[in-house]
């Protein structure tokens, strides 16, 4: 699926037992993108997607996404969320 640019999404923070969730954390789709959707359960009204990290830019700096979206990896792929309605 294709993402557009400037589409906001979320990072993704660790949970009830140990499943992976949405954070608070939000982030913008840089560049028009290629995403894989995830067959994951859970996150409400978001759903989650598969990206390059290269593609997300940070809205705000946070210890979540300086780990998760930072180089050197910025070649490997991250899960995010993004609202289903996108």
Do not use: Q
Request: aromatic fraction near 8%; charged fraction near 20%; proline fraction near 6%.
């Amino acid at each position: 699926m294709l993402i557009e640019k400037n589409t906001l999404c979320y990072a993704s923070e660790r949970g009830h037992n140990n499943f992976w969730y949405p954070s608070a954390t939000r982030l913008v789709i840089k560049k028009n993108c290629l995403a894989e959707r995830v067959s994951w359960l859970g996150g409400g009204n978001k759903m989650p997607i598969k990206l390059l990290k290269s593609c997300l830019l940070p809205i705000n700096i946070t210890e979540n996404t300086t780990t998760n979206i930072s180089p050197p990896t910025k070649n490997d792929y991250v899960i995010v969320w993004i609202e289903k309605n996108v």
